[in-house]
């Protein structure tokens, strides 16, 4: 989210009204302060647009970490320690396996999922023997 900084917008509402209804008195001042009410209107207006859009943006990014996905390429630097026992095929293959819903995305879950498989198999083997 975005922090603001300074006195905040009350404040310097209440100042610029109070500023305003000195000035109103004379004709040039009053048109001049109708213009410059109509860019502090424009201004705010597009700052709010920008927030607005900033918020998006950051609530785009936030779901995406909620959603719990990784990108092939962390994948691979996660997996690096399995290149011992499966080669770099065998890498390669399950990275590709798991990435297959188009997004190019891969969901923790399916890893957590992958993990909890290969617990029971470790632990049936160790109960056969």
């Known amino acids: 989210m975005v922090e603001k900084e300074g006195i905040d917008e009350g404040e310097a509402m209440k100042a610029y009204r109070a500023v305003r209804e000195e000035s109103n008195q004379d004709p040039e001042v009053a048109e001049r302060d109708e213009v410059s009410s ?16 900033i918020d998006d943006v950051d609530a785009k990014i936030g779901a995406g970490i909620m ?34 819903d188009g997004d190019g995305k891969i969901l923790v879950e399916d890893i957590v999922r ?5 617990e029971e198999v470790v632990s049936a083997e160790a109960g056969e023997r």
């Not at 320690?81 to 798991?98: A, C, F, M, P, R």
Request: charge should be negative; aromatic fraction near 4%.
């Open 67 to 100: 959603m719990a996905k990784l990108t092939p390429e962390e994948m691979a630097a996660a997996a690096m320690y399995l290149k011992d026992t499966l080669g770099k095929d065998g890498v390669q293959e399950l990275i590709s396996n798991l990435s297959k």
């Open 114 to 118: 992958l993990g909890s498989r290969a």
């Open 38 to 53: 109509a860019l502090v209107d424009w201004v705010d207006a597009m700052l709010q647009n920008l927030e607005k859009e």
